[in-house]
């Protein structure tokens, strides 16, 4: 169970952890990749035991402890509300960008305000048994998705340890299902229709946002840009 997981994370490691990311091209903001990252850090002496479980946590996870999951969805969820006032702009300048870049859209359905409302509806939905065999059906679906999508390595370590550490990451993914799929992005097209969006919320406190389109960041006119930015934040807005 996630017990034992735990007691044998931290006796070998520095802890495992895992997230998901978006990047937006360069050249083209309507352009995306996406990314699951899954990371750990051990002594050196520990570099096997590491990389064994993190290739048993992608490919073994289990999600049939119903209970935890539960407790899970709940605590993401007092979470949210309660830190609703302490990120209250950051909400508003993701509720505002909504829809401008395939990213900013991902952010808000991830990490804004549409999230927090998601979670509250989930955790609703967690008290019955179809709702926990629906999570854990969704669950093991996107564990064979991601077991079968393209992949990279890092590996940050001691000149010395370098070549173990690497043997033993390549060691431990032949472990993992063959590559089955290639890595594509994700082109949303030019289309942008701006709104107007108001959210009410459990805090004392109101928060308003504008964002504005601009250039991509290889643009020439991008650096002029992130300057004013930061002086009309530094001298004009605070």
Excluded at 37 to 60: E, Y
Excluded at 65 to 83: F, H, T
Excluded at 99 to 105: K, L, R, Y
């Amino acid at each position: 169970d996630y017990m034992t997981q735990q007691a044998r994370q931290s006796a070998y490691t520095g802890g495992l952890s895992a997230s998901v990311g978006a990047r937006t091209s360069i050249d083209d903001p309507n352009t995306d990749r996406h990314m699951f990252t899954l990371r750990g850090k051990a002594l050196a002496r520990n570099t096997d035991a590491m990389t064994d479980m993190l290739v048993r946590t992608l490919a073994q996870a289990r999600f049939d402890e119903s209970d935890r999951l539960v407790e899970l969805i709940a605590q993401m969820r007092a979470q949210d509300e309660s830190r609703i006032t302490d990120i209250g702009h950051q909400l508003a300048l993701m509720a505002a960008a909504d829809g401008m870049t395939p990213v900013s859209s991902l952010n808000e359905q991830s990490s804004g305000l549409t999230a927090i409302a998601d979670h509250k509806a989930l955790d609703a939905q967690l008290h019955s048994r179809t709702g926990t065999d629906y999570l854990r059906a969704h669950f093991e679906a996107l564990q064979q998705a991601l077991l079968s999508a393209p992949r990279r390595v890092a590996v940050v370590s001691e000149r010395a340890h370098a070549v173990d550490a690497t043997t033993a990451i390549t060691e431990a993914l032949k472990h993992l299902p063959p590559i089955s799929s290639k890595a594509a992005r994700t082109a949303a097209g030019n289309g942008f229709a701006p709104t107007n969006l108001a959210w009410v919320v459990n805090s004392p406190v109101s928060f308003c946002a504008k964002v504005f389109r601009a250039p991509a960041q290889g643009h020439a006119d991008t650096p002029a840009l992130m300057v004013l930015a930061q002086l009309l934040r530094s001298n004009f807005l605070h």
